[in-house]
């Protein structure tokens, strides 16, 4: 059986100075540079939000962490080297997540709001963009884009494709247990969804067919 946790923090208590200061003082020149190249506050706070939420994931994760580094494949998918685990960033709105599993592993968390559905139709599957489109509540048609966008996120991340790897190139099922229809490669999938986070969107892509999940919500004090 394959564990995997998704740690999540609220990224808003780093608009303190002081609270900022210190976890950016926590964090590697690499990402220093990346947070000031940023222009606005919100992704300076996600990309320093992101950084520190890892560090507690993997040290809570595994008992070598300080030997730990993180590169970057040949596919841009950042990786752990001298470990076996694996692990995959996602941030929106003022929430960031990063799950560490046992096999490869994408997240993805989204605000929800109210989505383009030319967005939909140009990227999805005729079958998931139908599905959307006859749902009769506006509420539940912008929930149920956004069910789909954060797996199938999830899915071209667990892979390491990235978004190269079109949306429309697989199949996402909603069914009692959620369900792809892939030609990607021979791996059994599973999905996860998480609810825990009001008026946000959060999957899970496990690259074992057997696989153990949670979410735990961290205070950013706590990780500090």
């Avoid at 429309?168 to 021979?186: A, P, Y």
Wanted: proline fraction near 4%; include cysteine; glycine fraction near 4%.
């Amino acid at each position: 059986m394959t564990e995997t946790t998704i740690f999540a923090s609220y990224v808003l208590p780093l608009k303190n100075p002081e609270v900022f200061r210190l976890a950016y003082n926590s964090v590697s020149l690499d990402r220093k540079k990346k947070i000031d190249g940023y222009r606005f506050e919100k992704d300076r706070l996600l990309s320093l939000g992101a950084e520190i939420l890892l560090q507690y994931a993997l040290k809570k994760s595994s008992p070598d962490f300080e030997s730990v580094s993180v590169k970057i494949s040949e596919t841009k998918k950042p990786y752990l080297e001298n470990s076996d685990l694996h692990f995959n960033i996602s941030h929106s709105g003022e929430w960031v997540i990063c799950a560490v599993s046992d096999c490869e592993v994408g997240c993805d968390i989204e605000k929800i709001d109210t989505p383009s559905m030319e967005i939909a139709e140009q990227f999805f599957c005729p079958e998931e963009y139908s599905d959307i489109k006859k749902t009769v509540s506006e509420k539940e048609r912008n929930l149920l884009f956004y069910r789909y966008w954060t797996l199938k996120e999830s899915f071209v991340k667990a892979t390491g494709l990235g978004l190269s790897l079109p949306f429309n190139s697989f199949l996402i099922e909603l069914k009692n247990q959620i369900r792809i229809n892939q030609k990607v490669d021979d791996n059994k999938y599973s999905f996860f969804e998480f609810n825990e986070i009001s008026g946000y969107c959060c999957s899970l892509c496990s690259a074992s067919e057997k696989t153990k999940a949670e979410l735990k919500i961290v205070n950013p004090f706590s990780i500090l």
